[in-house]
């Protein structure tokens, strides 16, 4: 017995054909973006070289200091300095502006997508499934597409970046909006708080730990993705990683690995804090 | 003209309510209606508070007392019926004057206080000024002055994580205060606090009320608080009204086997007041008497004292039967050297009270009216006895017919309960 041969479905073409009339069609757009955006990433990655590595330590070391404490502070400084020692630093600093670029464009769509997913059923309807397959998609995957509308370098990879590090930003805003508690919104209402007020002086301030576990998560996310984009040339350190693959040369890539670690642990308690500590103000 | 007068309404849960109102007025029974998936919040509520009035909405868990105080301030839509405010109808109005009404005009406190955890003390008492757009600076003032009129003074920066339950209903309270509404809504706002606390805040309500004279509509499912503090009180059952009267009348009077059984359970004692073991005295002696006349009648009453009153019964004391057999003795002509003073009470005394003061005195006590000082009969203690059983008769005889023989020899002091 034969089973009927039914013809493979062309979603690869198709797909092929859709993307390339879109960047036949959008070129024009996403030429500008990439420009401006690789302008911002430039300015920022000279302006954080052209500053001492000590004078940016230090500096860290104090933010650290005001939104972690002590502990942290010392620890970042620490691990920044080791960083330095390993001739590592323009690296990292390529990759962290990166992540900073991502990280900001990401909360900046996230927050407000997020708000009107937990303020209108409708939206977050909408908005779920589209989240649901933005994290599932293997992050590579992204990449691809990337190069043909915004060229080979940073900000294909800070696109990319965005779209894989997004989800959680806009996840949790939404999570965080729908867990305050009932009566305070009664509270707000009973007092004649318009949605503006109840929003800005209730649902975002109650909303704001989770907010910030929010965007912790969409930090750590960006920056294992600004390391994979280094396949398509966003330099850094992942950068370092991927010569080494290229080269067989373990030992810096372990070095590079060591690297990203530490400054994932870096950025990692830094924002952590920053949320808990408004917990614990109360 | 009263403060808010509530005019059949009813609030029906549900996705198609309007089905349910029509399963309700076709006389279906709740659990009909629940099964058909609507829900009756409350059915046909009238009631009406007078400027001032502290109004107490009581009733078990369910029967709608929460989906009628949220009706009042429209955080629960109306299904059907007005609720008038100073002659308004709030069901009518449009968002914007809504927000307005629920700025100025009214305001709430929860159960479970749902103070704002990330505000100080002060920021949260301040929030509905906040709300209004009134400044900063003026705000601040304000919510410090509620603060303090709630006894939080020195509380100002904390939060309200690091007060107690009891502190935090206070803020709660002051966050209401603070807006300076005419109408004040209590959602079982005392039903959290330990009864310690809890009476603490009752007191404080009341004296607080005395001072402001606001409206307030306070739930609760605790038939001594509302006892104790409602000048009239609306019972509950099924979403439905059962009674609403005065707190004598709910006692005294129970609408139907439901409320009687919700009040089987009250401390009497502390609830009811001297007026209602109230008797009349029977037989009472006139300062013109003479001593004989004093002990004839307590010999034909068998009294172990009598009370002496006016003739336009102004209360003057009592005298004792050994004190009247010591002037037949001696030959007395007046009795006016005899008359005791004595501890009378106020009609409105707490049973408990009239209680100690039985124990402490020999004979039955006057009642006297504190202002017009005429007495208004007599506490015995059967009489406390025969109220504490649950049994009014003992209380209505104050409303027989007056006695046979009364006109000169008997001054009929019928002044009773129903006074
Ligand atoms: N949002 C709602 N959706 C559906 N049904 C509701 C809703 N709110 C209240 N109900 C129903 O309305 C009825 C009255 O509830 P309500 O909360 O007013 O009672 P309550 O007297 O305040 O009780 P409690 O003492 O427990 O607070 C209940 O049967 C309840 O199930
Ligand atoms: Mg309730």
């Given at each position: 017995m034969t089973l009927p041969?039914?013809?493979?479905f062309p979603l690869a073409r198709l797909l092929d054909v859709g993307l390339n009339w879109l960047t036949l069609h959008l070129a024009f757009i996403t030429r500008a973006v990439a420009s401006v955006v690789g302008g911002i990433i430039d300015g920022i990655t000279a302006g954080l070289t052209w500053l001492p590595p000590w004078a940016l330590i230090v500096i860290v070391g104090l933010l650290a200091w005001r939104a972690a404490g002590r502990r942290v502070a010392i620890w970042s400084v620490l691990g920044l300095a080791f960083l330095w020692n390993l001739r590592l630093w323009d690296a990292t600093v390529s990759t962290f502006t990166l992540v900073l670029i991502s990280t900001l464009i990401a909360v900046g769509i996230g927050l407000p997508i997020g708000i009107a997913a937990a303020l209108s059923k409708r939206t977050g309807k909408v908005v779920m499934p589209v989240l649901d397959f933005m994290q599932t998609m293997p992050a590579f995957v992204y990449l691809i597409p990337a190069i043909p509308f915004f060229g080979l370098g940073a900000v294909s990879a800070s696109v990319a970046t965005v779209i894989f590090s997004t989800p959680p930003a806009i996840r949790l805003t939404i999570l965080g909006i729908n867990?305050?508690?009932?009566?305070?919104?009664?509270?707000?209402?009973?007092?004649?708080?318009?949605?503006?007020?109840?929003?800005?002086?209730?649902?975002?301030?109650?909303?704001?730990?989770?907010?910030?576990?929010?965007?912790?998560?969409?930090?750590?996310?960006?920056?294992?993705?600004?390391?994979?984009?280094?396949?398509?040339?966003?330099?850094?350190?992942?950068?370092?990683?991927?010569?080494?693959?290229?080269?067989?040369?373990?030992?810096?890539?372990?070095?590079?690995?060591?690297a990203i670690v530490i400054l994932a642990m870096v950025l990692d308690r830094i924002t952590q804090r920053i949320g808990r500590r408004k917990e614990v103000a109360r | 003209m009263s403060k808010i007068r509530v005019e059949k309404l009813t609030k029906i849960f549900g996705s198609h309510p309007h089905e349910g109102l029509r399963m309700l007025d076709a006389g279906k029974s709740n659990q009909e209606i629940r099964a058909a998936g609507h829900a009756v919040g409350c059915a046909n509520v009238c009631f009406d508070v007078e400027e001032g009035e502290l109004l107490v909405v009581m009733g078990l868990s369910g029967s709608g007392k929460s989906t009628l105080i949220r009706c009042l301030n429209l955080l629960n839509s109306v299904t059907r019926?007005?609720?008038?405010?100073?002659?308004?109808?709030?069901?009518?109005?449009?968002?914007?004057?809504?927000?307005?009404y629920r700025r100025r005009k009214i305001s709430m406190v929860f159960q479970h206080f749902a103070l704002f955890p990330y505000r100080t003390i002060t920021d949260n008492a301040a929030y509905g000024l906040e709300v209004q757009g009134v400044n900063a600076d003026q705000r601040r003032q304000r919510a410090r002055e509620a603060l303090q009129l709630v006894g939080l003074k020195g509380w100002e920066d904390a939060y309200p994580g690091q007060l107690s339950g009891g502190m935090q209903q206070r803020v709660g309270l002051a966050r209401a205060l603070a807006v300076k509404s005419d109408i004040l809504l209590m959602d079982e706002a005392f039903s959290a606090l330990d009864p310690l606390i809890r009476r603490d805040m009752q007191h404080e309500l009341v004296q607080l009320q005395q001072r402001m004279k606001k409206t307030i509509v306070f739930i609760t499912h605790d038939l001594d608080e509302a006892l104790q503090l409602g000048d009239r009180i609306v019972l509950m059952k099924d979403g439905?009204?059962?009674?609403?009267?005065?707190?004598?009348d709910i006692l005294n009077n129970p609408a139907n086997a439901y409320v009687e059984r919700f009040v089987e359970h009250v401390d009497l004692s502390r609830v009811l007041t001297a007026r209602a073991a109230l008797t009349r005295a029977r037989v009472v002696a006139y300062p013109k008497d003479g001593p004989r006349t004093v002990l004839h009648k307590m010999n034909e009453e068998n009294f172990t004292s009598i009370i002496v009153?006016?003739?336009?019964?102004?209360?003057?004391?009592?005298?004792?039967?050994?004190?009247?057999?010591?002037?037949?003795?001696?030959?007395?002509?007046?009795?006016?050297?005899?008359?005791?003073?004595?501890?009378?009470?106020?009609?409105?005394?707490?049973?408990?009270?009239?209680?100690?003061?039985?124990?402490?005195?020999?004979?039955?006590?006057?009642?006297?009216?504190?202002?017009?000082?005429?007495?208004?009969?007599v506490v015995t203690r059967t009489g406390v006895i025969n109220v504490l059983a649950d049994n009014p008769a003992s209380g209505k005889q104050a409303d027989d017919p007056g006695p046979p023989a009364a006109a000169t020899h008997t001054a009929a002091v019928a002044r009773g309960v129903s006074a």
């Amino acid at each position: 017995m034969t089973l009927p041969v039914i013809p493979k479905f062309p979603l690869a073409r198709l797909l092929d054909v859709g993307l390339n009339w879109l960047t036949l069609h959008l070129a024009f757009i996403t030429r500008a973006v990439a420009s401006v955006v690789g302008g911002i990433i430039d300015g920022i990655t000279a302006g954080l070289t052209w500053l001492p590595p000590w004078a940016l330590i230090v500096i860290v070391g104090l933010l650290a200091w005001r939104a972690a404490g002590r502990r942290v502070a010392i620890w970042s400084v620490l691990g920044l300095a080791f960083l330095w020692n390993l001739r590592l630093w323009d690296a990292t600093v390529s990759t962290f502006t990166l992540v900073l670029i991502s990280t900001l464009i990401a909360v900046g769509i996230g927050l407000p997508i997020g708000i009107a997913a937990a303020l209108s059923k409708r939206t977050g309807k909408v908005v779920m499934p589209v989240l649901d397959f933005m994290q599932t998609m293997p992050a590579f995957v992204y990449l691809i597409p990337a190069i043909p509308f915004f060229g080979l370098g940073a900000v294909s990879a800070s696109v990319a970046t965005v779209i894989f590090s997004t989800p959680p930003a806009i996840r949790l805003t939404i999570l965080g909006i729908n867990q305050v508690p009932h009566d305070l919104i009664e509270a707000a209402d009973a007092f004649g708080s318009t949605r503006r007020q109840k929003l800005f002086k209730v649902q975002l301030p109650m909303a704001l730990p989770t907010i910030m576990a929010g965007v912790n998560q969409t930090i750590m996310l960006a920056l294992s993705m600004v390391v994979i984009a280094a396949m398509i040339g966003a330099g850094g350190l992942g950068g370092e990683v991927w010569r080494a693959i290229q080269r067989l040369e373990p030992g810096k890539g372990f070095t590079a690995g060591i690297a990203i670690v530490i400054l994932a642990m870096v950025l990692d308690r830094i924002t952590q804090r920053i949320g808990r500590r408004k917990e614990v103000a109360r | 003209m009263s403060k808010i007068r509530v005019e059949k309404l009813t609030k029906i849960f549900g996705s198609h309510p309007h089905e349910g109102l029509r399963m309700l007025d076709a006389g279906k029974s709740n659990q009909e209606i629940r099964a058909a998936g609507h829900a009756v919040g409350c059915a046909n509520v009238c009631f009406d508070v007078e400027e001032g009035e502290l109004l107490v909405v009581m009733g078990l868990s369910g029967s709608g007392k929460s989906t009628l105080i949220r009706c009042l301030n429209l955080l629960n839509s109306v299904t059907r019926g007005h609720v008038y405010v100073d002659g308004e109808d709030i069901t009518a109005y449009s968002t914007k004057q809504l927000l307005e009404y629920r700025r100025r005009k009214i305001s709430m406190v929860f159960q479970h206080f749902a103070l704002f955890p990330y505000r100080t003390i002060t920021d949260n008492a301040a929030y509905g000024l906040e709300v209004q757009g009134v400044n900063a600076d003026q705000r601040r003032q304000r919510a410090r002055e509620a603060l303090q009129l709630v006894g939080l003074k020195g509380w100002e920066d904390a939060y309200p994580g690091q007060l107690s339950g009891g502190m935090q209903q206070r803020v709660g309270l002051a966050r209401a205060l603070a807006v300076k509404s005419d109408i004040l809504l209590m959602d079982e706002a005392f039903s959290a606090l330990d009864p310690l606390i809890r009476r603490d805040m009752q007191h404080e309500l009341v004296q607080l009320q005395q001072r402001m004279k606001k409206t307030i509509v306070f739930i609760t499912h605790d038939l001594d608080e509302a006892l104790q503090l409602g000048d009239r009180i609306v019972l509950m059952k099924d979403g439905r009204v059962v009674q609403f009267g005065t707190p004598e009348d709910i006692l005294n009077n129970p609408a139907n086997a439901y409320v009687e059984r919700f009040v089987e359970h009250v401390d009497l004692s502390r609830v009811l007041t001297a007026r209602a073991a109230l008797t009349r005295a029977r037989v009472v002696a006139y300062p013109k008497d003479g001593p004989r006349t004093v002990l004839h009648k307590m010999n034909e009453e068998n009294f172990t004292s009598i009370i002496v009153v006016e003739r336009d019964y102004t209360f003057r004391g009592t005298i004792s039967l050994d004190a009247a057999e010591q002037a037949v003795r001696d030959g007395a002509r007046n009795i006016e050297g005899l008359i005791e003073r004595t501890p009378a009470i106020g009609p409105d005394t707490q049973l408990t009270k009239v209680i100690n003061a039985l124990a402490a005195w020999p004979y039955s006590l006057p009642v006297v009216d504190e202002t017009s000082g005429e007495c208004l009969g007599v506490v015995t203690r059967t009489g406390v006895i025969n109220v504490l059983a649950d049994n009014p008769a003992s209380g209505k005889q104050a409303d027989d017919p007056g006695p046979p023989a009364a006109a000169t020899h008997t001054a009929a002091v019928a002044r009773g309960v129903s006074a």
